[in-house]
Each structure stands twice: as C-alpha cells, then as structure tokens.
C-alpha cells in the first residue's frame, strides 16, 4: 500500500476482506492491517463515503412509532455543525476529554464523529450510571466536557469538577444547550493532522471482578481494528445491520458504529423500554434488516417466544459478548434457517476469534482467528503453547502488533505491563484448540475450579442446564465440599411456567446426571436472580462469594 492515502489504504485493506468474505484462509492470507502516520476515521473514511451520499446511514425506530432516518450526507453534515459548534462554542480542544452520555439517538452518533474530527478524547458512558460512577470517569478520564441527556443533568450536580456542561433536550442555568449546534456553519474545518497513534477513545471496562479499568485506543485501534469485526458479522455495502447494544460499551462502538460504516452499511436501531421479542421481530421486517447481532441474553429470550414471527430472516446472525451456548444456536437454525456465529474479543480488543462466514459451524466453538490476528493458547502455568490454555495474542506475529489492540490500560502501567507480558496479550480467558484449530471457549481464567481435582469449566455446565426447558438462566461457581474441595452449584433463573422449588430441582438433577459426566455433575442448585454488571454480564464473583459464605435456600443431589 505504499504510495497511496489513508483513505486509500484503509479501502484496499476493506474490499480484500469484501472479495473474500466467505474464503477465510484467503482472507488471512491476503489482508494486512493498514498502518498510516495520519488517519482520522471521520474525516478521512465517513465524510468521504457521504458526500453527495443520500443512502441511510442512521435508521432509528422508536417505541411509539416514530422512524428517524438520516442518509450518509446529512450525517457528515450535521457532525461537521457539531464539531464547529463544540469547538468554537463549548471550547473542545485536541486531547480534550468528552464524557458522552446519550441514549441511541441521533446526537449520539454525531458527536461520536464530530468529537473524532475534533481529535478530542470520548469517554463513553451508558446512561445508566449515577453520579459515583460518573464521578469516577470524569476524575480518572480527566474530562473537560461532558455531555449528557438533559433529565440526566441533575446527576453531574453530584460530580466536582471544572468541566463544561452540554445537555441534549433543554438546558437549565449553567448548561450549553446541544440544540445551537443546528445553527453553526455546515462545514467543518479540521486545524490540524490527526496522528493514528493519538488517543480517541477511553472505555471503562464493566467489572465484573473489580473496579472498572480504563482501556485506551487509538484512531486506529478501533476504527482500523473493526474491519475484522465487519468481516465476521459478513457485512457487505447496502446492507441494514440491527446490533442489540446500550451506548457507552465497546459493543456499540464495535457494531452500531465502525463496522457497519466500514462497510456503508445502514445502522438500525430499536429503542424500547421493555424487551418485547415480537415487536422486535416485526420491526425487523419492516426495516429489512439483513444481519442481526445480539448478546447471549437475548438469544435466550429470543428462543422462548415464536421465532416464525419473523417473515424474512437476516442473512447473517451473530452473537457476542459471552458465548452463546449451542442449544440457541439449533433453534434458531429449525426456526429461521441460519446459523448464529459466535464471535469473541474484548474491550481491549477488536473480535480475536470467530465463526466467519461460509465456514462450518461446531457445536460450541467460537471459531478460528480473525484476519489479523494471531491467537495463541499458553499454558498458564508454564507460559508454553498448549491446546487448552489461556488465549493470547502474538505481538510478534507475521504482521507485527494486531491494530485492533488498545494502547493499554490508562493510569496503570503495571497492569499493562503484565498483560503484555512476553511479547504476547494475555486476555485472562481460557479456551481449547482442537485439531483443525477451531478454539472452544472454556471459561475466564478465573472462574475455572477444580472438584475433586478435576478441572470444572462453568460454562460448560451453563450450557447444559439451559439445555432443559426448566432453565432461563444459569450461573455455575464452586461451592465449598470438605471431600472433594468444591462441587459445582448452580444459580438458575427459571424459565417461565417453572417454580423454583425441589420438584424443579429433581428434574434438573435428573438432566445434569443425563447429560454430564459424574465428576461434572451440579451437585447443588439455588434459585436465584442473577447478578449483573450494568453492561449484563453476570458478576460471578458475586455469585462465588455468596456460595462460600452467604448461600440460600439449596437443594443437593
């Protein structure tokens, strides 16, 4: 790609992945990660994708019936009145940090790109949060801005700081109001290059087992780095992509962001307040969406309502977040005829590890590495390659540093040294190689046991509780045995029409002694809503402390 543009470059790397979205090793073999000095994703990929583009980039549908639709060119415009309005109004400087707090609506996407055009920092921040949280982001986030929904001002009266104060919706004494944007000039002047290396993005990870770290990437970690993640969802131009996925986490940015516009696809959006299967389907079909990407949760809740109602199938699903156990994925292949394709990566990263599509699907694998990755499994207490240990990424692989990697963690160099330890990215979760190298996904490395010194996988016998009809959800987490050290529990939410109590209990011993080794076997189960982190990912150390020191009303085998 020597001699040509960012733009150019960033093209070439794309159509190869495009031309063979369904010949993986051509793929891999072929594709190379773009690596320009400069590049500005908004500047030097959307707005040129736009102009004079009057395509839908942005198509929101909302509960009461409303549809928002907004082609490519009245996007860029509209980010460019943003950027020059943030800049010359508000103050946004280069490096400057911006908490941004919005709902899917269409602010949000215009000041993902006006804020990149402005080469200030986004701190993505779900709505859900309260003031200790958001006081947390703008102190380790160094936010100078923050910019936030209006019925969501009252939470920042809570939060010290310097910081300028933008609302959306009405702005109350002390606040810039979003709407004076729509007056600024409609074109955009950028005053000065943007380094590929710069920072544009600080995501606070979810925690699920201690506080939130500060991952950092770049305008080119993500923005470069999720053309692998359009190649595993198989997006091509033209297409409607539904990604089920609050703003503020990555998720969003991976696939209601970068990757469909990676591809000029069109970005749908359901806005709902209660998770209504059927509605979502009808809404589907009246979108035309074409691929559909969701997280584990919603499968699950998917598969439990009449999966005819959807008319016309998308013609890729994908699943994310946390594997998707196989039992979801041979319903909705009887039901609409596809198959969900597993995919994995992390905050820190761009998607490491997936079922791409055209290749064949394994009852419980997630797949192969991604176009520009390179996984390696090693064992975690020799540090050596091995066919089950923890998946790494190789830093010194034929195409040197995988592009789709954060910077590290902001503010703790000792964590970042420790994950990069070696010359390899050590993402803390365990998987397994078979022969064809296709990696099944064990579990994190912390949630692995021992029972009876053999090893547990949690996930593993998640999978096969929700195999029973009794089963909306499970968690599985040692419980203390003075024989055997630990035996799994189960924490399981019951699906509908089932009472928790021992006659549910029996049948679910009776299936786990069906479908489960004896030494893998549930031994205790505990009904239990689960608890979750605001992203939706079960905190099992909630649930190991609870089984340790604190349990409820059990049942034993």
């Given at each position: 790609?020597?001699?040509?543009?960012?733009?150019?470059?960033?093209?070439?790397?794309?159509?190869?992945?495009?031309?063979?979205?369904?010949?993986?090793?051509?793929?891999?073999?072929?594709?190379?990660?773009?690596?320009?000095?400069?590049?500005?994703?908004?500047?030097?990929?959307?707005?040129?994708?736009?102009?004079?583009?009057?395509?839908?980039?942005?198509?929101?549908?909302?509960?009461?019936?409303?549809?928002?639709?907004?082609?490519?060119?009245?996007?860029?415009?509209?980010?460019?009145?943003?950027?020059?309005?943030?800049?010359?109004?508000?103050?946004?400087?280069?490096?400057?940090?911006?908490?941004?707090?919005?709902?899917?609506?269409?602010?949000?996407?215009?000041?993902?790109?006006?804020?990149?055009?402005?080469?200030?920092?986004?701190?993505?921040?779900?709505?859900?949060?309260?003031?200790?949280?958001?006081?947390?982001?703008?102190?380790?986030?160094?936010?100078?801005?923050?910019?936030?929904?209006?019925?969501?001002?009252?939470?920042?009266?809570?939060?010290?700081?310097?910081?300028?104060?933008?609302?959306?919706?009405?702005?109350?004494?002390?606040?810039?109001?979003?709407?004076?944007?729509?007056?600024?000039?409609?074109?955009?002047v950028p005053d000065g290059p943007t380094r590929a290396g710069d920072t544009l993005l600080l995501y606070f990870t979810s925690g699920t087992t201690a506080q939130p770290k500060l991952v950092e990437h770049t305008h080119l970690s993500y923005p470069v780095g999720h053309l692998a993640t359009m190649y595993w969802i198989g997006l091509r131009?033209?297409?409607?992509?539904?990604?089920?996925?609050?703003?503020?986490?990555?998720?969003?940015?991976?696939?209601?962001?970068?990757?469909?516009?990676?591809?000029?696809?069109?970005?749908?959006?359901?806005?709902?307040?209660?998770?209504?299967?059927?509605?979502?389907?009808?809404?589907?079909?009246?979108?035309?969406?074409?691929?559909?990407?969701?997280?584990?949760?919603?499968w699950r809740m998917l598969i439990q309502a009449d999966l005819g109602l959807l008319r016309r199938a998308p013609r890729e699903v994908v699943a994310a977040g946390e594997p998707l156990n196989p039992e979801v994925i041979e319903r909705v292949r009887r039901e609409w005829g596809v198959t969900v394709r597993d995919g994995f990566g992390q905050t820190e990263t761009a998607v490491q590890v997936a079922n791409?599509?055209?290749?064949?699907?394994?009852?419980?694998?997630?797949?192969?590495?991604?176009?520009?990755?390179?996984?390696?499994?090693?064992?975690?207490?020799?540090?050596?390659?091995?066919?089950?240990?923890?998946?790494?990424?190789?830093?010194?692989?034929?195409?040197?540093?995988?592009?789709?990697?954060?910077?590290?963690?902001?503010?703790?160099?000792?964590?970042?040294?420790?994950?990069?330890?070696?010359?390899?990215?050590?993402?803390?979760?365990?998987?397994?190689?078979?022969?064809?190298?296709?990696?099944?996904?064990?579990?994190?490395?912390?949630?692995?046991?021992?029972?009876?010194?053999?090893?547990?996988?949690?996930?593993?016998?998640?999978?096969?509780?929700?195999?029973?009809?009794?089963?909306?959800?499970?968690?599985?987490?040692?419980?203390?045995?003075?024989?055997?050290?630990?035996?799994?529990?189960?924490?399981?939410?019951?699906?509908?029409?089932?009472?928790?109590?021992?006659?549910?209990?029996?049948?679910?011993?009776?299936?786990?002694?069906?479908?489960?080794?004896?030494?893998?076997?549930?031994?205790?189960?505990?009904?239990?809503?689960?608890?979750?982190?605001?992203?939706?990912?079960?905190?099992?150390?909630?649930?190991?402390?609870?089984?340790?020191?604190?349990?409820?009303?059990?049942?034993?085998?």
């Amino acid at each position: 790609m020597t001699g040509t543009g960012p733009t150019e470059a960033f093209r070439a790397a794309r159509d190869t992945l495009l031309a063979h979205r369904e010949d993986y090793q051509t793929a891999r073999a072929r594709f190379a990660w773009p690596r320009p000095e400069h590049f500005n994703w908004a500047l030097d990929w959307f707005d040129r994708i736009a102009e004079g583009n009057d395509r839908t980039a942005l198509h929101l549908a909302e509960e009461d019936g409303t549809q928002t639709r907004v082609s490519f060119a009245a996007m860029r415009e509209r980010s460019d009145r943003v950027a020059t309005w943030l800049r010359d109004a508000a103050g946004v400087r280069p490096g400057d940090g911006i908490v941004l707090m919005l709902g899917n609506q269409v602010e949000l996407w215009e000041t993902l790109l006006a804020a990149m055009k402005l080469r200030a920092v986004v701190i993505p921040a779900t709505p859900l949060l309260g003031p200790i949280d958001l006081a947390d982001r703008v102190t380790r986030g160094a936010a100078r801005h923050v910019l936030v929904r209006a019925r969501d001002a009252a939470k920042l009266d809570e939060v010290p700081g310097d910081y300028t104060r933008i609302a959306v919706g009405g702005a109350g004494p002390g606040w810039l109001a979003y709407e004076d944007s729509r007056d600024a000039p409609a074109y955009f002047v950028p005053d000065g290059p943007t380094r590929a290396g710069d920072t544009l993005l600080l995501y606070f990870t979810s925690g699920t087992t201690a506080q939130p770290k500060l991952v950092e990437h770049t305008h080119l970690s993500y923005p470069v780095g999720h053309l692998a993640t359009m190649y595993w969802i198989g997006l091509r131009p033209g297409d409607v992509h539904l990604n089920i996925s609050s703003p503020g986490w990555a998720k969003h940015a991976w696939s209601s962001f970068f990757a469909p516009w990676n591809a000029e696809a069109t970005i749908f959006v359901h806005n709902y307040t209660r998770f209504d299967p059927a509605r979502l389907m009808a809404e589907m079909d009246g979108a035309g969406v074409t691929s559909f990407c969701a997280p584990p949760t919603v499968w699950r809740m998917l598969i439990q309502a009449d999966l005819g109602l959807l008319r016309r199938a998308p013609r890729e699903v994908v699943a994310a977040g946390e594997p998707l156990n196989p039992e979801v994925i041979e319903r909705v292949r009887r039901e609409w005829g596809v198959t969900v394709r597993d995919g994995f990566g992390q905050t820190e990263t761009a998607v490491q590890v997936a079922n791409t599509p055209g290749q064949p699907v394994r009852p419980g694998s997630m797949g192969r590495a991604t176009p520009g990755f390179e996984v390696v499994l090693l064992d975690p207490v020799t540090g050596e390659p091995a066919d089950e240990g923890e998946i790494c990424l190789d830093l010194n692989g034929p195409d040197g540093r995988p592009a789709g990697l954060m910077t590290g963690y902001r503010g703790d160099p000792e964590h970042t040294a420790e994950v990069m330890a070696g010359g390899y990215y050590r993402t803390g979760d365990i998987g397994s190689r078979d022969a064809d190298g296709c990696l099944t996904y064990v579990g994190r490395r912390d949630d692995v046991f021992k029972s009876s010194d053999y090893k547990v996988s949690p996930f593993e016998l998640e999978s096969a509780l929700l195999e029973h009809e009794a089963v909306a959800e499970a968690a599985v987490v040692p419980s203390p045995d003075p024989l055997r050290l630990a035996v799994p529990k189960a924490y399981v939410v019951p699906a509908e029409g089932w009472e928790p109590g021992p006659e549910t209990a029996r049948a679910l011993f009776a299936h786990a002694r069906r479908v489960l080794a004896p030494y893998k076997r549930v031994r205790v189960i505990e009904f239990a809503e689960l608890p979750k982190t605001v992203s939706g990912k079960i905190r099992r150390v909630e649930l190991r402390e609870h089984a340790a020191h604190a349990p409820g009303t059990e049942y034993r085998e």
